[in-house]
């Protein structure tokens, strides 16, 4: 079992919708998350932390449920530029950055 | 504002060919990484580095050698490519190598290796 696993997708979605991926991490020891987004063939970049109570930035909201050892990321109200993929990224405890688990992503694409 | 610059973006090579992969960054970070990301999978750590002078190993660092002579550049060799290298490498940094600034990466624009 992947450490860290994702829904491949691709989710295709109208402009306007709502759409949720989450993330399935293994390692219960785990203690940061993250999702990174990734433009077609670009570098990845940090969209947003997750907190253990929640966290919302504009149109995007991150949830963590650890009994079910799962994230979610939320994404109302979808715009084209939206459409990228998202990754997952989870760290156990010490929060060496070296032991960060990059999920294989979910691709997103916004229709108009 | 450069950020991470990583050379060449492009390159083919022919299986048993050497190449090195330069990564370069203006940030002042003292932490370097190199990735791989392929297909299906995710990014994957080959080598990373917490100073000048210092490298360890990844998650993957079979047929990989590094080096971090200077603050601002971390290097990737390939000695003798084998097409299981054929891989999009990217390059990252951080200004941290604990806690939240850890977590923070600053990615190069990727270099794309097809070995032959």
């Known amino acids: 079992r992947k450490e860290v696993e994702q829904d491949p997708g691709p989710f295709n979605v109208p402009e306007g919708a709502t759409v949720a991926f989450n993330c399935t991490y293994s390692n219960s020891a785990s203690q940061s998350f993250f999702w990174y987004r990734q433009d077609c063939r670009k570098e990845p970049k940090l969209l947003m932390s997750?907190?253990?109570s929640g966290n919302e930035d504009g149109r995007f909201t991150a949830q963590l449920n650890r009994a079910s050892q799962y994230i979610s990321l939320l994404i109302r109200d979808s715009k084209l530029s939206d459409s990228a993929t998202y990754l997952c990224v989870v760290t156990p405890s010490s929060g060496s950055a070296r032991q960060l688990t990059f999920g294989s992503g979910t691709q997103l694409t916004v229709l108009p | 504002n450069a950020g991470v610059t990583q050379t060449p973006k492009f390159r083919v090579l022919k299986t048993g060919q050497s190449m090195t992969l330069l990564c370069a960054q203006d940030m002042n970070h003292e932490y370097m990484y190199w990735y791989r990301q392929d297909p299906g999978m995710g990014l994957r750590l080959i080598h990373y580095s917490v100073g000048e002078g210092t490298t360890a190993k990844g998650e993957v660092p079979d047929g990989y050698n590094v080096s971090r002579l200077k603050k601002q550049n971390f290097l990737l060799g390939l000695e003798s490519a084998a097409p299981s290298q054929t891989s999009v490498y990217f390059c990252?940094?951080?200004?941290?190598?604990?806690?939240?600034?850890?977590?923070?990466?600053?990615f190069g624009a990727g270099s794309r290796l097809t070995v032959l």
């Open positions: 997750v907190y253990s």
């Open positions: 990252a940094s951080s200004y941290q190598h604990t806690g939240a600034g850890a977590n923070v990466l600053t």
